[in-house]
């Protein structure tokens, strides 16, 4: 929309009237008032009577008043009608857009609230190139992920329309990081009565609701200022261990990173032991723990643990030699 030509037409238009409210004030002898209303009543063309009997000259600057005003009043009409018609088409086509992409994602995940939290697990999902959707009714947040060009609805998580919207069915987890923890509790019961197998992750503000957020369907709770107090606790008493997973994990100028990679049913490495397996000879990778199929967690494995099909083997080395690792076991 070219303002330039809205502004052009309001300065026309109060011209005509400024200049028509003179005219009839000085050349007829109406009042300020007078002449307004019989300048408005002019390029209005409502078809009232004159206020006063006009002289030729009066009749002439009328007729001059309703050619200009017309055409004035007319086009500013229509630029201010075609600045209202463009913003809402381009919002809907904006939203249409938007959706229509949201309709194509799989196996991503929904956050639910873009506050602190939120906007940070999705810039974290970003670098790992993991495609999400973001449900959000904050104006302010919203102009955030518009500016970011995150995928977003602005609606109502807490709705079910809103969440089959927005991929639930074919997503592979749900985060919900909204301020209340009433309504993280019942995102995740709605959620879990839309896919019962879904991961649901779910923030809790007070560490008296993760039971009810547990009951309500989220698989995994997490009280990020009870997280944030035990972190500094341990940056006091163990501040070289805070900085060795400070420096392997979070920092990408080392390349190194902590990954987890399941054993597929079709992988050469079911059977094998970790010696057997290669995998720090081949990939350079160290094993430091092994979640078996039984939920067992077995930390530090030995050398002669055997990997089985479902086994999830949480390992540190280098990014490309953790993909090539993960086509291996995939």
Known sequence: ????????????????????????????????FE?????????????????????????????LI???????????????????????????????????KISTLKDHYIICGYGRIGSTIAQELVKEKIPLVVIEQNPAHI???????????????????????AGIQRARGLVTTVTSDSDNVFISLTAKGL????????????????????????????CPYLMGGRRMAEILSKPTVVDFIDQTMMNDELGLKMEEAVISASSPLIGKTLVSSKLRQDFGVIVVAIKKITNE???????????????????????????????VLN
């Not at 200009?68 to 086509?93: D, K, N, P, W």
């Not at 967690?297 to 993960?326: H, Q, Y």
């Open 1 to 32: 929309m070219d303002f330039s030509r809205l502004r052009l037409s309001l300065f026309l238009l109060f011209t005509i009237i400024a200049s028509g409210t003179l005219c009839y004030t000085f050349l007829e002898d109406m009042t300020p």
């Open 143 to 165: 102009e955030l992920l518009e500016a970011e060009g995150f995928l977003y609805l602005n609606m109502d998580a807490t709705e079910e329309e809103v969440l089959l919207k």
């Open 35 to 63: 002449a307004f209303y019989m300048t408005m009543i002019t390029i209005s063309t409502v078809g009232f009577s004159e206020i006063k009997p006009l002289s030729i000259l009066g009749r002439s600057i009328t007729i």
């Open 66 to 100: 309703i050619i200009s005003g017309i055409c004035v009043l007319t086009y500013t009409l229509g630029q201010v009608a075609q600045m209202f018609i463009e913003g809402e088409l381009r919002a809907l086509l904006g939203r249409r857009k938007l959706e229509k």
């Open 297 to 327: 967690m077995v930390f530090n494995p030995l050398p002669t643990e055997r990997l089985d099909a479902g086994d999830v083997i949480v390992v540190i080395g280098k990014k490309d030699s953790l993909s090539r690792m993960n086509e």
């Open 195 to 222: 896919r019962p197998d879904l991961f649901i992750l779910s923030r809790a503000s007070d560490p008296k609701n993760e039971t009810k957020l547990l009951r309500a369907g989220a698989s995994r709770v997490v």
